[in-house]
């Protein structure tokens, strides 16, 4: 079992049957996507494509919370891939989830930060290896799948304690209505907050003869697929991932990464790298790919990227590029209106 590469992505055979099963013909996504036909039967597609994908369903769909709502509870278990089998059939709610973020790293370009605290448990969407976030649709339908797995893994309709959004994503209603709680738009992250007694509950789907036939396979591929990472390409996932925390240091990613600073300094500068090099490259693929969104504003990419200061910001981007991010983008919008009149 080969996992796909930081820029493939895999696309479950299922994807497209639940797409005929609300009524959205794949042939149709595609063409809206302006995607050859073949990608149907593409078992890997790069990130730009997949994006392209969803964003086309979107807007098929004509509203993001309608695309999202609909899809989340058509699609049939039947059709789910190994790694979501295994994580249906686990033992409680609190397994699945755990298993779906280990998993998770096999499958750009999301990934999934699980805390518990207290009466609640937040599950925060962030980016792996993409240079720009996904679609609002992909966001939605990845957030609502995790209450969707509680509900028929448990068989009670479980609601989560509160959801929020980064971009609009249509019809508010819509989605309080399938999440039963508040949702908010407009905020500093992608997140759906759960009740934590909630994860204490078992699974009816509980199968453990299947899980210790996909749990040693999955851990396998997983294993194989982090070897072939180089320590840099590690410490730049880390860092994708956790700019908008704030301040982040060797320290706190050489912990992650199970190694002390030593170390991990050590590993860096025999791959011919340092950590604030590493730090610096992220920070301007991030600025650079959030600034192409003209929905994001500039103190927002500035947050984004690990800057509380938005003056710092602009003076780290103008080393970087040789101007302000207002001008660069400006020019970027000139550059993509060139190449459509042309």
């Known amino acids: 079992?080969?996992?796909?590469?930081?820029?493939?992505?895999?696309?479950?055979?299922?994807?497209?049957?639940?797409?005929?099963?609300?009524?959205?013909?794949?042939?149709?996504?595609?063409?809206?996507?302006?995607?050859?036909?073949?990608?149907i039967n593409e078992p890997l597609v790069t990130t730009a494509q997949y994006y392209s994908i969803w964003q086309a369903y979107s807007e098929l769909v004509g509203d993001t919370a309608t695309g999202i709502v609909k899809l989340a509870t058509a699609y049939e278990t039947a059709q789910y891939p190994p790694d979501?089998?295994?994580?249906?059939?686990?033992?409680?709610?609190?397994?699945?989830?755990?298993?779906m973020a280990r998993y998770k790293q096999m499958c750009p370009p999301e990934n999934l930060r699980i805390q518990e605290e207290g009466e609640q448990c937040s599950i925060e969407l962030e980016w792996q290896?993409?240079?720009?976030?996904?679609p609002p649709v992909l966001v939605g339908i990845t957030l609502a799948y995790l209450l969707e797995l509680g509900r028929r893994g448990t068989g009670r309709y479980l609601t989560a304690r509160s959801v929020e959004f980064i971009h609009p994503m249509?019809?508010?209603?819509?989605?309080?209505?399938?999440?039963?709680?508040?949702?908010?738009?407009?905020?500093?992250?992608?997140?759906?907050?759960?009740?934590?007694?909630?994860?204490?509950?078992?699974?009816?789907?509980?199968?453990?003869?299947?899980?210790?036939?996909?749990?040693p396979a999955l851990d396998r591929t997983l294993d194989e697929r982090q070897?072939?990472?180089?320590?840099?390409?590690?410490?730049?996932?880390?860092?994708?991932?956790?700019?908008?925390?704030?301040?982040?240091?060797i320290q706190?990613?050489?912990?992650?990464?199970?190694?002390?600073?030593?170390?991990?300094?050590?590993r860096l500068t025999d791959e011919g790298a340092s950590f604030k090099q590493l730090l610096v490259q992220t920070r301007r693929e991030k600025a650079v790919a959030y600034l192409a969104d003209p929905s994001l504003e500039i103190k927002e990419v500035a947050f984004l990227v690990g800057y509380k200061d938005q003056n710092s910001f602009y003076r780290a981007f103008r080393s970087w590029e040789g101007e302000t991010p207002a001008n660069w983008r400006v020019a970027q919008e000139?550059?993509?209106?060139a190449l459509v009149t042309g």
């Open 1 to 39: 079992m080969n996992a796909p590469s930081a820029d493939r992505i895999k696309i479950a055979p299922g994807f497209w049957t639940g797409l005929r099963g609300i009524g959205v013909e794949p042939i149709d996504v595609a063409r809206q996507a302006r995607l050859p036909l073949t990608v």
């Open 129 to 134: 290896h993409a240079e720009q976030p996904g």
């Open 334 to 337: 000139h550059w993509r209106s």
């Open 252 to 266: 706190s990613v050489a912990f992650e990464l199970g190694m002390s600073d030593r170390t991990l300094q050590r």
């Open 170 to 215: 249509g019809d508010v209603q819509a989605l309080e209505g399938y999440f039963g709680c508040r949702v908010r738009m407009g905020t500093d992250r992608n997140r759906i907050m759960l009740n934590r007694d909630d994860l204490d509950r078992p699974f009816a789907s509980y199968n453990g003869e299947l899980l210790e036939i996909l749990t």
């Open 84 to 99: 979501a089998l295994a994580t249906f059939h686990a033992r409680d709610y609190r397994d699945a989830l755990n298993r």
């Open 227 to 249: 070897s072939h990472l180089t320590v840099s390409a590690k410490v730049k996932r880390i860092l994708s991932r956790c700019l908008n925390r704030g301040r982040i240091d």
